[in-house]
């Protein structure tokens, strides 16, 4: 982050202890900048193009009250804006104020309007905002953590992808838009564009669904700083629930870290009138298998959103891997249709969740033959005497180079092992088609080296990081019970 960006970041973050007294959380506090954000924004670009936002309830009207003129007024603003359909109204969707006392209210508007945000270049403006998500990530208490994939994973995953140009590009559970603007940032790189890439990249390339009010305006303010949907009349995120069925449309990337939480679940009333949580089963024709199964629900709904020979990286927790019953089936079937390539084995204590245990699956689709497209599938072992913490010995882009290098994006079918008899430690080795589908349910929890934390209690990880993972191995040992249960009913 440059030293300009920071420097804003502190100076709003600041600020957000002072709200902090009042009980409004890190999240409450970038939501409201997300609003106030965009209407500054929107006020200097006038000068370049016509606002969309009617008179009135734009950014100069914010200006001139105070007290509970002010308050009332912007109550206004969020209610009618939330209207319609498009960017805005995604942006704006539900909103309220969270700030209770006007006087602060005030003191926002004033830090907020002292800076001439497009003044600044589009990255400063983007890197603000990703700092203000990545602390508000920080506050484990408010679960935001969840939505907030780690930055250095997401570029190493897109740097062994290398989206392209004119490729289109999803993500169907996009959170705050970690992967849409890697990628976006990726193909900028790349060389200059020409008039008709650059429109397709800013435009139309980059699509992602967010089930999570909150979540997706953080996500659409999120790519509207960095220039994505600027002038887009339809809004490149959609609120809604994507497992719910076929969007109709095809990529030819899907990147994605679909939420942690296991079982999918509907709100349903009972005979008294109590509103209870109960698991609920996708059916569609498109997928291989119903399951109440979140993340192997979101693993057949990517291989829907790819195009003939679309490639998709997706992180999904071990589970995924080992699962008997639905989950035995998808890996079959993805391993038939797909080419499932390569395999990243993630440590704990990357994640603000504490104790989840994931991985990144690689797949290729490809079109109906006899026998199975998988023919090796090559695991990198991210996590085995690896000790990643959040604060200690943060995840790095640079500790995941070699991961990297031995993937071979380049030629990913020139492809060299680093495990051998001679070097028991090497952390990369292939698996082939046939010991993959004969291993117990096509298991593909898949682990070779030494686990050294075994042996010497001096390495064992932190208490509490020991005490996360141990509530996540009970947790998805009740629901493979659950899921037994389910069977035999």
Known sequence: MTNTSSAIVQRLWNYCNVLRDDGMSYGDYVEQLTYLLFLKMDEEQQL?????????????????????????????????????KGLIPTIFRKAQNRIQDPAKLRRLVELINGETWMGLDIDVKGEIYEGLLEKNAQDVKSGAGQYFTPRPLIKAIVDVMQPGALMDIADPACGTG?????????ITKQGQLDSAAMAHLLQKALRGWEIVDNTARL??????????????IESPITVADSLAGDPGRRFDMVLTNPPFGKKSSVSVVTDDGDAKREAHSYVRDDFWVATSNKQLNF?????????????????????????????????????????????????????????VKANVIFFDRKPAREGAWTERLWIYDFRTNINITLKQNPLTRAVLDEFVTCYNPANRHERKATYSETNLQGRWRAYDYDELAGRDKANLDIFWLRDESLEDSANLPEPDILAAEIVEDLRAALEQFEAIGEELQ
């Open 219 to 232: 996500c659409v303010m999120n790519l509207y700083l960095h220039g994505i949907g600027l002038d887009s």
């Open 48 to 84: 370049l193009r016509p606002s969309s936002i009617p008179d009135g309830l734009r950014w100069s009207s914010l200006i001139g009250r105070d007290g509970d003129a002010l308050e009332v007024h912007y109550r206004h603003i969020l209610a009618e804006l939330g209207k319609g």
């Open 178 to 186: 970690g992967f849409l603007l890697s990628a976006f940032n990726y």
């Open 299 to 355: 693993v057949q709904h990517v291989k829907t959103l790819l195009k003939m020979h679309g490639r998709a990286a997706v992180v999904v927790p071990d589970n995924v891997l080992f699962e008997g019953g639905a989950g035995e089936t998808i890996r079959r079937n993805l391993m038939k249709e797909c080419d499932v390539h390569t395999l990243l084995r993630l440590p704990t204590g990357i994640f603000y969740a504490q104790g």
